[in-house]
């Protein structure tokens, strides 16, 4: 019995979060419309599912609070005593007690109980009495400022998920059993991907070695293998895909929270909230979005009075959308705010710093914008709960390459800044382009190559000390792949040069030969390789070879500091 008591109390978690992941878009969609009957059975019912739950499970201070928060929706949902400002307070900070219980029972802790204080302001309120709601230390709720609100707006509308219709399902027994989802613990799903992952070196090492074999029974075979394979990995790969409104459903009430703490009124925009991401990736892409989310609404929107001053609509719109484009996906972070002054960037580095004041002189606009990736970066002269500790964004750029993924600035002083993220749909199988120099083989991220360009002999320019290509007048730095690696360069061999994307740059690296495209299996570069600039994992490919692939933006990185120190070696 306790093992199935357990199986039943995991599944509990993982719908519970679900639903109050629903519950923080519903809550705040419910704000902006106090009276829209069917948002308000919506809340109703996610949090009566939970008290089911937790009340079978015997999770006492979890069926207290809810059972609360219900009392009082009761009494608006009937119309006798409507939703006010305390009640929407109460109810949001149930939901945050709610997260915290939930986090404590997965440790295997005893959920401690609500404050008395909120409980009894919760009863009063159904009962038709006005008592203000306490704030809870832990996890403060501003009192509602005249300006300080924000709504969320998605597109399409938000609905209900299964999980968080559980009530509604629990009702209808037939309907659940023609529920076509199950439940599968991910590591299988992970098992999956590496055993698909070897299918696909194997079926690329056939393919390498079918010409030399010239059998065209083998030949037909090989074809089969190659379209099964590739069937399968899709198959795969979709059963792992996940949309980004998973990450998304929180960030209303997110929002929320900070445009109250900050007292400004703000509205956040959701959509594309059914774009696919791989799941992995949903789930990392949770923290660097907060932050840019956070951001935007303290650093981005201006105060209310700032933005009646310049003719702008007191309330500030924030952004969040997503798109798939190809085989990545496209999310970004927008808002309409005060825009990101790049001149007051570039002084505050210089006083923190981070870079001296000849290279700061000859940073263009756009490099300044980016150096508000650097660690300890904070424009912030005061430190708050929310900014000034210099600390986030680096952290948002660190986590996007990690996920082989770039995020871009763009901003307007006065108009507002967009960052926009863009990273694979999948980890797991990695779209590259093989290069060659002598007997290795590296391999470059297909979504950083811009296009291959032949060469008999590279005749670079030197502009500032920097070696640069003229491609179709415009000049690009030139980097050699030879040089950066410490090999001796090969005077009057052919070459070829491929233009690679990093960030808003693009350079030139020129190689000994271009091999053509290949899906690798990414895996874990060696022991003797961990931390060396340039490297971001290994690979197999068709030949049986072991490949390097490179870090695109490390290798601009690297490449340009060795010219401006004037040696030719990739160490930092």
């Known amino acids: 019995m306790s093992a199935i008591a357990n199986d039943i109390a995991a599944d509990f978690l993982i719908e519970a979060r679900e639903i ?77 007690l709610l997260v915290d219980m939930l986090a404590a029972v997965s440790n295997g802790e005893e959920p401690e109980h609500a404050p008395a204080g909120l409980l009894q ?37 938000p609905h209900l998920s299964p999980q968080a219709a559980g009530g509604a399902k629990a009702a209808a027994p037939s309907k659940a059993a023609e529920d076509p989802t199950v439940r599968v613990d991910v590591r299988r799903l992970d098992a999956m991907v590496d055993l698909v992952g070897e299918l696909v070196l194997a079926r690329n090492r056939l393919k390498t070695i079918r010409p030399r074999l010239r059998d065209e029974d083998l030949d037909r075979a090989v074809t089969a293998l190659d379209v099964a394979t590739s069937r399968l990995q899709s198959a795969v ?52 979005l907060v932050h840019l989310v956070r951001n935007a609404i303290d650093h981005g929107i201006e105060s209310p009075e700032a933005r009646r001053a310049a003719g702008k609509p007191e309330q500030g719109i924030v952004r969040l959308s997503a798109q798939q484009e190809g085989d990545h996906v496209s999310i970004e972070v927008s808002d309409d705010g005060a825009g990101i002054d790049p001149e007051k960037i570039r002084r505050s580095a210089i006083r923190k710093g981070l870079i001296d004041s000849d290279a700061a002189a000859r940073l263009t606009s756009d490099e300044c914008l980016n150096l508000i990736f650097m660690a300890g970066f904070s424009t912030r002269s005061e430190v708050s709960d929310l900014s000034g500790r210099g600390v986030g964004m680096d952290v948002v750029q660190s986590k996007i390459r990690e996920l082989s993924g770039q995020v871009q600035i763009h ?38 190559v811009v296009e ?60 000994d030969r271009v091999r053509g495209r290949e899906e690798v299996v990414i895996k874990a570069l060696p022991r003797t390789l961990r931390g060396l ?27 340009l500091r060795a010219r401006n120190e004037g040696r030719g070696t990739r160490n930092e």
Not at 260 to 287: C, P, W, Y
Not at 411 to 438: K, N, Y
């Open 20 to 96: 109050l992941d629903q519950l923080g878009e519903q809550m705040v969609a419910l704000e902006h419309a106090p009276t829209d009957r069917d948002a308000l059975n919506a809340v109703f019912r996610g949090f009566h599912t939970i008290k089911g739950g937790a009340g079978f499970l015997d999770f006492g201070p979890m069926v207290e609070i809810c059972h609360a928060v219900e009392d009082r929706l009761n009494v608006a949902r009937d119309g006798t005593v409507p939703m006010d400002a305390d009640a929407f307070d109460g109810a949001q900070q149930s939901l945050d």
């Open 121 to 157: 302001s919760l009863r009063d309120g159904a009962k038709g009495f006005v008592t203000h709601v306490p704030t809870i230390s832990a996890k403060p709720v501003a009192k509602p400022a005249p300006a300080g609100d924000a709504i969320a707006r998605t597109s399409p509308p």
């Open 237 to 288: 790969m979709m059963v792992r895909m996940q949309p980004v409104g998973r990450v998304f459903a929180r960030f209303p009430k997110l929002a929320r929270d900070v445009a109250r703490q900050v007292k400004k009124s703000v509205e956040l925009e959701i959509i594309g909230a059914e774009t696919e991401l791989d799941r992995n990736l949903v789930e990392a892409l949770a923290d660097p």
């Open 411 to 448: 901003s307007e002083v006065g108009r507002g800044s967009r960052f926009a993220i863009r990273v694979p749909l999948t980890l797991a199988i990695l779209p590259t382009l093989l290069i060659e120099l002598d007997e290795d083989v590296y391999a470059l991220p297909l979504v950083r």
């Open 452 to 511: 291959v360009l032949a060469h008999e002999r590279i005749e670079p320019l030197w502009v500032d000390g920097q070696r640069m290509l003229d491609l179709r007048d415009e000049p690009l730095p030139l980097i050699e792949l030879r040089t950066w690696l410490g090999l001796p360069p090969e005077p009057g061999a052919a070459t070829t040069c491929v233009v690679l994307q990093s960030g808003d740059s693009r350079f030139c690296l020129t190689v």
């Open 533 to 559: 600039a340039g490297y971001a994992g290994a690979s197999l490919v068709g030949d049986g070879r072991m490949a390097l692939i490179l870090d695109v933006d490390a290798l601009l990185r690297t490449g």
